[in-house]
Structures are given as C-alpha cells and as structure tokens.
C-alpha cells in the first residue's frame, strides 16, 4: 500500500480539473472540424450537431423513431482499406443523438445484395470475420485516446479500448445495448451507449472524437467517417470532432458484481494419490466512478476459473517462458500500464507483468508436494485509472497475494503486495508527452523463503515522445531504474541468476560480490520513427542496460548487462499493386554487445505480406543471424562465454479466402547453421471452419525436427574440475489445437478449446567447453565421459478448457466449465516417436474441475 500515499493528490485534483476547457478558434470542413491553422485540407460541408433526444430510445435495429426522422445525416464515407480515399462500393449513413444519460448511433448500410452480407454470429467480444460498424468516441477529445463499440448484423458485441492514438485494447469491457436487422436495403446498427460508461469532463457544450468504421467483407472493403488515412500518423487524431453535446451530466459510474464459484474437481494428496474434492468461493468486482473521468475497480477474492489455459511448451532455454495475460481483471485497461522495454513480433514485456502477481509458487519445487497450490491466491485487488481534464492520464494498482504453504507448513510463496503507478501527460495538443512509471513488491519473508527470495523490489522510469515534422517523424526516449534488496544469500542467487550471471569466469567487468544485500541498475533506450508520409516507414533504435538491472519481481526481462541498436523500414502502399489487393515490405537489421563489448549477435532479414487479389494471402522472408563472429555468455549457464556459428532462415506461409466456409492455411519455416553442424525445421497445417451464421471453429497442427550441436546439458564440477557440458539434441515436437465456438444467440454460447502436446529428444556426443570461442568445433570442446552417457525426455500435456456463457441479463453472467489436464512425462523412453507420446497421454489419469460460476451485475 506504500503507492496509495503518492496517487491521492492526483485524485484528488480530479475535481478541480475537472472543469470546462477553453476553447480555440476552429474552422468547420468536410464534416470534420479541424483547428483554424491546419492547412491543405478541403473545405467541405458544415459538421452538424448530434439531436437531442427527448426520451429514451427502443434500441431494435431501426430508425423509426422519432429523433432518428429528425436527426441530421452523415454520409460522406470514404474508402481507406484495401484503396486509401477510395470511392465505396456501397453507401453508409449514420445520425448522431444523446440524451441526458446515453449516445445513441444509428447507420444504415446499403447493400443491394442483402443476401450476400457476412453474417456470423459470436459470443460477446468474439471477432471473427464479419460484416461489422465499429462506433469510435474520443470522450475526452484528446486525440489520443477512445472507446471503441463493435456490432455485427447477427448481433454480436464487441468492445474495446484505444490509447497512444492507434494501440487497440479489445480487453475493455462495458455495459452498452446494440440490435441490427438486416432488411431489403441492406442492414442496420443502432447503439445505445450510456454516458455512465465514457470518461469525460462535463461541461456546457462538450466536444467528442466520432469516428464511424464499416467493413464489408465479402468485398475485403473498409470505409470510415471521417476518413482514415493508413498513409498518416495515428488514429483517435483522424477522428471528427463533434461538438454540441450539450449539458451533459457528470455520472457517477457505480458498479457492483458479486459472485459465487462452486468447484469440484481434481485434488491430489502430498503423495500424488488422486482424489476429488469440492470447495466453494465467493467474491465480488466493484467499479466506482470516483469522479466523471477516474474509476477505481476492485476485485474481492478473485476467480479466474473460466480463463483459458496457456498453450503447451517445453522451454529448454536459459530463459523463462513469457505467457500472455488472460484474466479480465488485469487484460482491461491495461494500455495505461505499458512501459515497453522489448517488442519482439507485437509481444511486448516491461517494468509491468500482471502475470507476477498470482504467480505459480516460486519455492514449489523445494518444499511442496502434488498436494501444494499451483497459483498464489490472489485476496483482493485494487485499480484506478482515468484522465484529468489537463491531460493528465493515471493509471494504478495494488494487490495482495496470500502466503502459500507447502510440506510441513514450509512457505513456498510469502504473503506479497504489488503496486503499480503510472502517469502519462500529454503536451501540444497530443503530439508531445511524458510519463513516469513506478512499481514495488514488499514480500513478507520468513526462515524458509528471506534467504533464497527477495524482500523488496523498486523500479521506476520515465518517458517522453514528440512528432514533428507534420506529425511524420516521432522521437522517443525512455530511462528507467531497478534496486532490489533482501539477505546476503538471496541477492547473490539474484548475481547468479541467468539474468545476471555475475559468477561467469570470464566476466570480471560484473563484479560478484556474495556480501551485499541489494542490486541496482538502470536502462535507457531511444527511437527515431517515421510513422506517416509517403510509401516508407522507418525506426532506429538503440539501448544500454547496466548488469543490476533486475525488473522481474514484477516485470519481465530475460537478461541484463546488453547494449545494442536496431533498425527497421517498411514499405506501405495504401493503394493495390499489381495482384496484390494490400502489401508491404520490410528490412530488418540488429546488433548487440554486453556492457563489456563482447558482441552477443546480429543480423538481419527481409520479409513480406501481400493479400492477392483472390483474398488468398502469402508471407515469407529470409534473414541471418549472427554474420558477424558473436558469442553467447548466457548458453553454459554461468560458464564462459560459447562462439555462436552463423545461420541461416527462411519462412513461408500461404492462407486461403477467410471470406469462405473453409480458409485452409499452410506454413513452412527452417533454419540452417553455416557449418551444417545444426538445423531446425518446422511444417503446420490448418483450417478455419465456418458451418452456417452459428457454428466456427479451427484446427491447427503443427510438426517440427530440432538438430542443436549446442544443447546445454548441465554444469558439474569432478575432482575438483569444473565443466561446463553441451549435448548434441535431436529432438521432435507435435501438437495439435482445435477451438469450436457454437453461439445459440448472442448472449449464449459454447467455446471448447483443447491441445495436446508432445515433445520428445535425445542427447548425444556429450562434450565439455574447453576453448569456448574457439570457431572450431574440435577446439571448442573435449569429450566429457564422467558421468557416462546422456539421456533423454518425452514430454506430453493435454489441456482443454469448455466454457458454455450465459449473459442472462446485461453485464450478469452465468459460466460453466469443464477444464482436464493430463500430463506424462519420462526423463529416458524407451521410445522417443511423438505418436506413442500421444497415446501415453491418454492412458494417464485426467484431473478434471467442474465450475459453476454466477456473477451478477448491479449498476446505474
């Protein structure tokens, strides 16, 4: 609770900030009001007002209400996907009204084939390809951030959140009505929004970002209003401002959500006997709206029980494995809490990994037992979030996890509270700002846990971005720092840790020290981006970390001690070329060192997306790693330092029309060292199946062959010699993933998910470093026999979690679910085939849960 101390004042300056801006002089144009100085902009027809309703509207899919008749018109819809300000296939309409507690949206959308619009009903928040209107609403007319509502013409709900002017956040979730029909004009979408759920600063006459975004399917076609421009920076910017929503209230958004979990379902004993036992959970979720603009949300004894399982993996890495965040509580909002250090693909990780806190207990694999929680109970969570009339964006959250026991009353996780603050302010009317980020965990260790866990963590960073040159080029910059503390013993496991590995021989710029009890360090990083203009993009970056930089208590980073650059241009059409409907083209390249210079690898690759103007699409690349001679100081685990030989990688996917029933979809990827001493290669298969409006589902499977001649196969030390040993692992993965989501109407549903894994390899030629960075193999290592030879695994999960949803009423939701786990694993087979390791899958005992979960939600 040490943060709540510091997020009051801003709290409380929500009240004086929350007051009425002032206004600057503006120019009407095109339906879209823009700021009297922008220039080389047409000057089309006056922007009108939203009508004022003057009672409630039935919300059914059709305009013949009253206000509808009256209210103002807004075509003007241009094409921007797949031609940017093209001319639209069909027309779209939309009428803007409002009362004293909701927006109200309706937009026809002609089509002279209503038989052929895409139809696809889904459960609240599913998104498969559809007909749809997104309704976009900057409520805070800050340009940089929105709420975004989803509507299909079967009726499917969708609901997200947009921050940093174009980051999506479909995680947010709000109470809100649509209804569509599909007619002989083509078909309808009427929304009914209340102003409960939008954050805003009340005043006599408010200004909301609009934007209205149609996608016809069948035709691979997007058209907005306003229109969108890929070829431009941003997107809440491109937004209309709409002024005229006069006299809005300031709603106190206030929310409750109790629950109760009964469960049933496997519990084995310390011995791994099984057994089954029942157990039952109450608690609740709490929104208040403190005031017009900041909301706090609370969970009480949260459940998770629904969420779906993570995907099976066998990391044999120095690295821990990332999973991405699924549960509701933490996926919602969460654009506030991004501080970004590395992005890899979209998947990015930072000072911020919700997954830290109900973590899987850390100490589990000393002092507990099959009978020992899997998860750390989460007791209650607290989040605030919000924006100040200043442009003040503030995001924070507190939680507390109960200590967990293992054998003999053993802690294997202590009882911890983790908190987070974030503040981000905006500058020259978006286009600059800077933020400030700060987390803690305080664990509360004992005799089993101080010695080996760390007591305390801080770690805090600012940030700060400006565009320029029109709004084409933005500069970045980020430094951040971290000290941990706690005994003597846990922050030298810390100095050995594969993050740091401050014990390596041949690290003596590192420093080990065995007496102190903390670590700090820091990070600092900045880009170059040229994010619109023209056919190029572009981003240079590069970072330094320090050796003590430790985030992981309630962050994530795989290693410290790095410095490096990296560079990437793209090449964006924003109209079709030749047989592609869409494309684009990018150039990578990287390098990076340890604080030392030792250079730790490179390279580069060129890759390319293109949609055909059959709607089938292809993506390929080829790329190098390592070109220039690098090493690895983290691959002997503590050791010195492994020469990395050059290699070698091509990929190619090709997917059918996802406008079809069936959208079948194929991948091949390899990879090649240069010494022809290690390959890898991988082929996967699937298909996306559409049965009528209700029925879809996917099936995907996926085969790969590993040949690593650098396998770490553990550290030793004999007769007083200590070796660092390496395997060559021939090694085959398989797994197969199916989903099928059944939608009876949209408020329910069934979702099944299930995946079997199985992983299998063996070692061989088991060898000792000798000269690690020797380019010779022969050099590079010696034969190691003392401990005769090596072995081998076979891992195999299943996991499938089926989920039926009933939104009885809105935002009040029933689940039940049935989730299995099978597990079978063998440190030596007999046989190393994937296909037996399927079958020893199903011949061990499920461990089945049974859950009824009710919620019900209580709010104005």
């Known amino acids: 609770m040490r943060l709540v101390a510091l997020l009051l004042p801003f709290v409380a300056a929500a009240t004086v900030s929350a007051q009425p801006a002032a206004r600057t002089a503006s120019a009407r144009t095109n339906g879209v009001r823009r700021d009297a100085t922008t220039a080389g902009e047409p000057t089309p027809a006056p922007l009108p007002a939203p009508e004022r309703a003057l009672r409630a509207l039935r919300i059914d899919g059709r305009d013949d209400d009253e206000t509808w008749r009256t209210a103002a018109r807004i075509d003007g819809f241009r094409q921007f996907e797949p031609t940017e300000d093209g001319d639209p296939s069909f027309r779209t309409e939309t009428r803007v009204a409002y009362d004293a507690r909701n927006l109200y949206v309706f937009v026809r959308n002609l089509d002279p084939h209503p038989d052929s619009i895409l139809s696809v009903l889904q459960r609240r928040d599913g998104m498969a390809l559809s007909d749809d209107i997104i309704i976009g609403i900057d409520s805070y007319n800050d340009r940089r951030t929105g709420y975004m509502f989803r509507l299909t013409p079967a009726g499917t709900m969708s609901d997200g959140y947009m921050f940093n002017d174009g980051n999506e956040d479909w995680g947010w979730n709000a109470v809100w009505e649509g209804a569509a029909q599909i007619d002989s004009l083509g078909w309808s979408a009427e929304f009914r929004i209340p102003l409960s759920q939008l954050r805003y600063v009340p005043g006599a006459d408010n200004t909301f970002g609009l934007a209205v975004i149609r996608r016809i399917a069948r035709r691979g076609e997007r058209v907005s209003w306003p229109l969108i421009r890929r070829s431009r920076t941003g997107m809440v910017s491109q937004w209309a401002p709409m002024s ?56 009480v004894n949260p459940d998770f029980g629904q969420v779906e399982a993570d995907p099976g993996v066998l ?33 990015c990780t930072g000072l911020f990994y919700s997954r830290r806190i109900g973590r899987s207990p850390q100490l589990r694999g000393s002092y507990g037992d099959a009978a020992s929680p899997l998860q750390s109970r989460i007791l209650g969570a607290t989040k ?358 059944y939608t009876m109407t949209p408020t329910l549903s069934l979702e099944s998910y299930v995946q079997p894994f199985v992983s299998t390899g063996y070692y061989t030629d088991w060898r000792a470093l000798d000269d690690g960075r020797a380019h010779d193999r022969d050099a590079r290592f010696r034969p190691y026999t003392a401990r005769g030879t090596p072995s081998g695994f076979r891992f195999g999960q299943l996991r499938t979690n089926n989920v039926v949803r009933w939104e009885y009423r809105p935002g009040s939701v029933l689940f039940f679910v049935w989730t299995q786990g099978r597990d079978a694993s063998d440190a030596d087979p007999a046989n190393y085939g994937v296909g037996d390791g399927y079958s020893r899958i199903f ?17 104005r």
């Not at 494995?321 to 996926?331: G, M, V």
């Not at 061990?844 to 709010?859: E, T």
């Open 384 to 741: 605030v979030t919000g924006r100040l009339g200043n442009g003040l964006s503030v995001g924070f959250i507190d939680a507390i996890t109960e200590g967990e026991q293992g054998t003999l009353n053993r802690t294997i996780e202590p009882q911890t509270n983790y908190a987070v603050l974030r503040l981000q302010q905006d500058l020259a009317k978006g286009n600059s700002g800077i933020g400030m980020m700060l987390t803690n965990t305080a664990r509360q260790t004992d005799q089993w846990t101080r010695d080996i866990l760390r007591g305390d963590a801080w770690t805090g960073g600012l940030d700060a971005r400006h565009r320029f040159a029109d709004n084409r080029w933005q500069l970045s910059g980020q430094l951040a720092g971290s000290r941990v503390s706690g005994t003597a013993k846990a922050i030298a496991l810390t100095q050995r840790s594969n993050v740091h590995l401050y014990q390596r021989p041949d690290a003596d710029h590192l420093g080990y020290d065995s007496t102190r009890t903390s670590l700090a360090g820091w990070y600092a990083a900045t880009s170059l981006d040229k994010q619109g203009g023209g056919l190029t993009r572009l981003s240079l970056n590069g970072w330094y970390m320090t050796p003590g930089f430790e985030i992981n208590d309630l962050g994530f980073r795989t290693r410290s001690d790095e410095m490096g650059a990296s560079m990437w241009m793209g090449l964006r059409p924003v109209k079709p070329v030749g047989m592609f409907r869409r494309a684009n083209l990018n150039f990578n390249a990287w390098g990076f060192a340890n604080t030392s210079g030792m250079l730790l690898g490179n390279g580069g690759n060129v890759n390319g997306w293109g949609e055909l103007n059959n709607f089938w699409s292809v993506n390929g690349g080829i790329g190098g790693n390592d070109v220039v001679t690098a090493y690895s100081d983290r691959d002997a685990r503590g050791g010195p330092a492994v020469y990395r030989p050059p290699r070698v990688n091509v990929w190619a996917n090709l997917n059918g029309d996802g406008r079809k029933a069936i959208t079948p979809g194929i991948g091949v990827n390899g990879g090649r060292r240069t010494d022809g001493l290690g390959s890898n290669w991988n082929v996967n298969a699937s298909a996306q199946v559409r049965i009528g409006t209700q029925f879809n589902g996917s099936l995907r499977a996926s085969y790969s062959r590993n040949i690593d001649d650098n396998q770490w196969n553990g550290n030793f030390v004999d007769n007083g010699v200590a070796s660092y040993t390496f395997a060559r692992l021939y090694q085959r993965t398989s797994s197969i993933t199916a989903r099928m989501n």
């Open 315 to 347: 990391n044999l890495s120095a690295f821990e494995q990332f999973f991405a965040e699924r549960r509701p509580f933490f996926l919602e909002g969460s654009g506030i809490f991004r501080y970004d250090i590395d992005c890899n693909d979209g998947e």
């Open 843 to 859: 011949e061990r005992r499920p461990d089945n849960v049974f859950l009824i979960k009710a919620s019900y939600w209580l709010g």
């Open 244 to 299: 005229g929503f006069n006299s809005l209230p300031a709603p106190r958004r206030m929310e409750l959500m109790p629950y109760a979990v009964e469960k049933y379902g496997a519990s084995p004993r310390g011995d791994g006997t099984p057994r089954n036992a029942a157990a039952t959970q109450v608690g609740a979720d709490i929104k208040l709206g403190l005031t017009s603009n900041i909301t706090l949300d609370a969970a």
